[in-house]
């Protein structure tokens, strides 16, 4: 085996997950994904497809009609998006590990603002890149961008910018004026822009068009920026792998040959999927993210409460990313809250290794109250550290 695919780390959140399996009294919060099952409008279209047959290969570059539709979402969002510039993937996932095929070569330089997800650092190292790290800050709970440190990391020398806003675990957003700063400085370097924007939507600052901003905002069609995104988080459809691609006009052929060697074509019946939940997006996803932020807002604060806790409200996303004074070290924290207090979260160094000591919590929970109690056992767990 390679020795990139042999140095790679084993996750950190399914170690903490795999010593909870088995154990139905445990309120898990651990992965990034929500317990309500995927609207049947979406569901519907997805049967219908199959019974008409709908059963063979398609366009590498996806159905014509989903990428149509894709792009007049996208337009309705940020500026005009032509449908030529849209690729589906399979996944979010996907269209990360696809994006780094394009652009990244063995060798090449990665820089990666972090703590992140931990796809994104990653598949550039499965690449052969060498991939360093711009971190963000925590002020008071809040993560916060040092926008001189990545002007000073970004160099001529470096190949991708890498960058997750809304961020999974952190809750950190960009600015536009942010973002326009990161394109003219990339612009300068000749550097390409990697923009993962799966929450866009799942954004809670008051805004006019419903979403997070973007990169899709500042850029011409022909920068050097390409946009991830996905369909699991806003329409609920974590385990149907469908995402797609905004690419520069010049990168699309090229890419349709990549899917053809990396998965030939997303399947008919999931691109269908996809047509109906655009089609009914005004519903789903006000509806979703104004749960979430119920989620989040009953959430914090009570965590906020606990003695110790040092959190903040995520912008956007939907994780509540948090420490506790007098434990350093996350995996040994996760691990323990799993056994005593039957609790589960993601340990914050599966991140990054600056969010050593840090807990991610993830919110998007059907039922509110699951959250209040896991708060409750938190509670109660802390109480018996400090009687103990
Ligand atoms: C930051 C980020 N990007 C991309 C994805 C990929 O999502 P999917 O592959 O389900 O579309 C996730 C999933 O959790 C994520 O957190």
Redesign the pocket.
């Known amino acids: 085996m390679r020795e990139a695919i042999h140095n790679l780390e084993a996750s950190k959140i399914r170690e903490v997950a795999n010593a909870g399996i088995g154990r139905a009294d445990v309120l898990a919060f651990w992965?990034?994904?929500g317990d309500e099952v995927t609207p049947e409008p979406i569901r519907q279209a997805a049967i219908a497809s199959l019974q008409q047959g709908e059963t063979f290969y398609a366009h590498n570059l996806g159905l014509p009609e989903l990428r149509e539709s894709v792009a007049r979402y996208m337009s309705g969002l940020h500026p005009t998006i032509d449908a030529a510039r849209i690729a589906i993937?399979?996944?979010?996932?996907?269209?990360?590990m696809l994006a780094m095929q394009a652009l990244v070569d063995a060798g090449d330089e990665v820089v990666a603002v972090t703590p992140?997800?931990p796809?994104?650092t990653a598949q550039p190292a499965i690449l052969g890149a060498r991939v360093r790290s711009v971190p963000l800050v925590p002020k008071a709970g809040q993560w916060t961008l040092d926008l001189d440190a990545l002007r000073a990391a970004v160099t001529p020398a470096t190949r991708l910018l890498v960058l997750?806003a809304p961020?999974?675990?952190t809750g950190w957003t960009l600015t536009r004026a942010e973002q326009q700063a990161i394109l003219d400085h990339c612009r300068g370097t000749g550097t390409w822009i990697l923009a993962?924007e799966?929450?866009e939507r799942l954004y809670y600052e008051p805004t006019q068009n419903g979403c997070a901003p973007s990169f899709l905002d500042v850029a011409r069609p022909d920068d050097r920026l390409v946009v991830?995104?996905?369909?699991?988080?806003s329409f609920l459809?974590?385990g149907w792998?469908?995402?797609w691609l905004v690419l520069p006009p010049a990168l699309v052929e090229g890419m349709g040959k990549l899917i053809e060697f990396n998965t030939s074509c997303t399947s008919v019946f999931t691109q269908r999927a996809g047509i109906a939940a655009l089609a009914h997006s005004a519903e789903i996803t006000p509806r979703v993210v104004a749960h979430l932020k119920t989620c989040r807002d009953t959430l914090v604060p009570l965590l906020a409460e606990l003695p110790g806790v040092q959190v903040a409200p995520a912008r956007g996303?939907m994780y509540a990313f948090f420490r506790l004074e007098g434990f350093d070290d996350s995996l040994l924290l996760a691990k323990r809250l799993v056994a005593e207090a039957g609790l589960g979260l993601a340990p914050g160094n599966a991140f990054a290794p600056q969010a050593q000591g840090w807990l991610r919590w993830c919110f998007a929970s059907r039922d509110p109250q699951r959250l209040v109690q896991g708060v409750e056992r938190l509670r109660n767990w802390l109480g018996a550290q400090v009687r103990a």
């Open positions: 992965f990034g994904e993937t399979s996944g979010g996932v996907s269209a990360l992140v997800w796809n994104l997750n961020n999974n675990p993962d799966v929450y991830v995104h996905s369909f699991s988080k459809m974590t792998r469908l995402g996303g």
